[in-house]
DNA sequence: CGCATGAATGGGAGCGCTCCCACACACGGG
DNA sequence: CCCGTGTGTGGGAGCGCTCCCATTCATGCG
């Protein structure tokens, strides 16, 4: 039996030839009508989806993809030297964007985590060799040079989160300044007075966000600041942890354990802190320790605010402000996004992309109040 | 130019015919060089590896796997009906073994949710055509009935946690029962006297098995209970709430709510109860603030424990006292069998399996004690 | 009434690979 | 000196699909 070979044993379904037999039709036409064209008689189509009922058949992917040269797949790309605490509850509501939204298109989720060197070049080179439509880039790196790689052979590729204001890889990402602008203004609206904030790795695009607002929203307040009534420039907000005209800044790593040497900092500098804008959920239960240690009350003594609306902060005691991301929504125009690029990027014959969708996205974020503040 | 077709504007990489050209070789001998083939003389076996390095090849998976007839994929399904909270932490951990157990193979990771019945169906159809090579399935509920239909279309697949004691799939799973008894046992020898339990739902067995260890743990200790004497077996495990002899238990549903109803219910039942064994961190999280709320204090009023060691065992206040399930562990385990399945399923020539490895395995369970308890 | 025009269709070519058959070519024993 | 026996090797035949060219009709126009 010279048909069996390969895989043997795979007793794989049914081929479009056969279900073009049973429709009494020629592949080609069984072809269009899976597919979709419109030229095609209504009669045979009726035929031919007959045809492809009786015979439960399933197209082949891998056929498919070798004859038109595109793979129908898309990959999340999720680098893991990060800390598994930041990730967890970010990357799951991503993901659940994501597939939502991809469930509809049938195109499949290929889940590539990054963790050396090692599986970046391979996943480079993966990527290089088109054996994947599209990319979706989750929680990058400023100094990561994957982004312009990829652009460089052609990958169409999203980001979550920019890598700067002068991103230029299309991307999604949450209002983070609002955000923190909302926290802030929350906190001076409850009569707080000497306001401090934890940021997270300055070298971060989301963390100098961040600490702009909490610049914004103390300027507004008519709170003295480094730039009196300057308006206070994300790219320049990386300046020295003890800012100008009493501004408390203490400058962290989004965990558990910076947050809580970020809060004896402050603590140590100003004993008279009397709120806390904290630019993660996690550092904020740092914070929560370090307050406890202390002595000090929440939210009597310190209110606290964190940012991301993760579970941790629904599990602390009191419960934690926070700003909430609209996560699983920006999975999902992540995926609207790439799907665009990809619709317009492999043809080069002039068009003038019909319609990207925004290269560009930023997506509100909201205060989510509880006990803490 | 009759070369471009397809996908256009794709610059897919060299191919073999072409490495093999510029190795001076043919095109099989350029593939078995790059399939490890040992039928190859060294000084070809260099040169053929030359070309490759120098050209910057990388197979086409798609032709690959239609020539083979193999996908060189496995899917990792979980089903999304779940509550998110019991599936963060669990899910993220798995995610983290399988994919560092599968960087080494070449074998790419397919996520898939299942949702609805419509998507279940879907991927049901989808591996029946053989479209993946194996499927690691994720909670699975004990009426699933997708673990039946895979094997009936000969697709090899591992789950996560067993259905029933009489599990005939693949699984890989972790001591509960043991796990349990470590716990009660650590609330009995801190000389806590009436100890209750919050169980899952009764319909998994992962809860029954708590809930036997439970039942063992007191049983040994000569606290009465239901089979004085007797091992209570973790099927008879599923009893009515109110348990002869005096023990305290409350079903509950893994949720945070549940468990918080379940405490409320246990005082009420015995204002006495001195310990409580939740069967999940976040059922903890719930007790905890029905203890909160009675004015009981944690733990020297009524001493806690879960089970996960979850991020929100880390985060509650006493931190929680919890047994750790191994699993990252678990993950790379399943992907070793699945791995060992696959290698011997697809051979129907009598082969009596090589080594398919254990297929099924029990992994330990481990006591962490916290400030809870 | 003949011929260009378009719609619907059939089927060849080929995507890049693996499998396997056939073909060298080097041995050693009869 | 001829024939096994083995080891490397080349390349044909597809895998199931999409693309596209050719073909067949039915239609409308000159």
């Given at each position: 039996?010279?048909?069996?070979?390969?895989?043997?044993?795979?007793?794989?379904?049914?081929?479009?030839?056969?279900v073009?037999?049973?429709?009494?039709?020629?592949?080609?036409?069984?072809?269009?009508?899976?597919?979709?064209?419109?030229?095609?008689?209504?009669?045979?189509?009726?035929?031919?989806?007959?045809?492809?009922?009786?015979?439960?058949?399933?197209?082949?992917?891998?056929?498919?993809?070798?004859?038109?040269?595109?793979?129908?797949?898309?990959?999340?790309?999720?680098?893991?030297?990060?800390?598994?605490?930041?990730?967890?509850?970010?990357?799951?509501?991503i993901?659940?964007?994501?597939?939502?939204?991809?469930?509809?298109?049938?195109?499949?989720?290929?889940?590539?985590?990054?963790?050396?060197?090692?599986?970046?070049?391979?996943?480079?080179?993966?990527?290089?060799?088109?054996?994947?439509?599209?990319?979706?880039?989750?929680?990058?790196?400023?100094?990561?040079?994957?982004?312009?790689?990829?652009?460089?052979?052609?990958?169409?590729?999203?980001?979550?989160?920019?890598?700067?204001?002068?991103?230029?890889?299309?991307?999604?990402?949450s209002?983070?300044?609002?955000?923190?602008?909302?926290?802030?203004?929350?906190?001076?609206?409850?009569?707080?007075?000497?306001?401090?904030?934890?940021?997270?790795?300055?070298?971060?695009?989301?963390?100098?966000?961040?600490?702009?607002g909490?610049?914004?929203?103390l300027?507004?307040?008519?709170?003295?600041?480094?730039?009196?009534?300057?308006?206070?420039?994300?790219?320049?907000?990386?300046?020295p942890?003890?800012?100008?005209?009493?501004?408390?800044?203490?400058?962290?790593?989004?965990?558990?354990?910076?947050?809580?040497?970020?809060?004896?900092e402050?603590?140590?500098?100003?004993?008279?802190?009397?709120?806390?804008?904290?630019?993660?959920?996690?550092?904020?239960?740092?914070?929560?320790?370090?307050?406890?240690e202390?002595?000090?009350?929440?939210?009597?003594?310190?209110?606290?605010?964190?940012?991301?609306?993760?579970?941790?902060?629904?599990?602390?005691?009191?419960?934690?402000?926070?700003?909430?991301?609209?996560?699983?929504?920006?999975?999902?125009?992540?995926?609207?996004?790439?799907?665009?690029?990809?619709?317009?990027?492999?043809?080069?014959?002039?068009?003038?992309?019909?319609?990207?969708?925004?290269?560009?996205?930023?997506?509100?974020?909201?205060?989510?109040?509880?006990?803490?503040?």
């Amino acid at each position: 039996m010279p048909a069996a070979r390969g895989g043997d044993a795979q007793k794989t379904g049914p081929t479009l030839e056969q279900v073009a037999a049973r429709a009494g039709v020629g592949r080609g036409t069984a072809s269009r009508v899976i597919n979709g064209s419109p030229r095609v008689s209504e009669r045979t189509r009726a035929a031919v989806q007959a045809a492809v009922a009786e015979l439960g058949y399933v197209p082949n992917r891998a056929a498919r993809a070798l004859a038109a040269g595109s793979m129908d797949a898309i990959a999340l790309v999720v680098p893991e030297q990060e800390n598994r605490l930041f990730a967890e509850p970010y990357f799951s509501e991503i993901l659940r964007g994501v597939s939502a939204e991809l469930a509809d298109t049938d195109k499949q989720l290929l889940l590539t985590l990054i963790r050396d060197e090692r599986s970046r070049d391979r996943f480079t080179q993966y990527a290089a060799a088109h054996r994947v439509d599209g990319v979706l880039l989750v929680s990058v790196h400023a100094d990561d040079p994957l982004p312009d790689l990829l652009r460089d052979v052609g990958m169409p590729a999203v980001l979550s989160g920019r890598r700067s204001s002068a991103e230029h890889v299309p991307y999604v990402d949450s209002d983070n300044l609002l955000g923190a602008q909302l926290a802030v203004e929350h906190l001076i609206g409850r009569g707080r007075r000497k306001v401090a904030t934890i940021t997270g790795p300055l070298d971060m695009y989301a963390a100098r966000c961040r600490l702009a607002g909490y610049h914004e929203a103390l300027t507004a307040a008519g709170r003295t600041g480094p730039e009196p009534g300057a308006r206070p420039a994300v790219e320049a907000a990386h300046r020295p942890a003890a800012a100008p005209g009493g501004r408390l800044v203490a400058e962290a790593d989004f965990t558990e354990e910076g947050g809580h040497r970020a809060m004896r900092e402050l603590l140590e500098r100003d004993p008279d802190v009397d709120a806390v804008f904290c630019a993660s959920d996690v550092m904020a239960a740092g914070a929560r320790l370090a307050l406890r240690e202390s002595g000090r009350d929440v939210p009597h003594d310190v209110a606290l605010v964190g940012f991301d609306d993760s579970a941790v902060a629904r599990h602390m005691d009191p419960p934690l402000t926070t700003v909430k991301q609209p996560i699983e929504e920006m999975g999902r125009a992540m995926v609207r996004m790439l799907l665009a690029l990809m619709g317009t990027e492999p043809d080069p014959r002039g068009a003038p992309a019909p319609d990207a969708g925004q290269p560009q996205l930023v997506l509100p974020t909201e205060l989510i109040r509880r006990g803490s503040s």
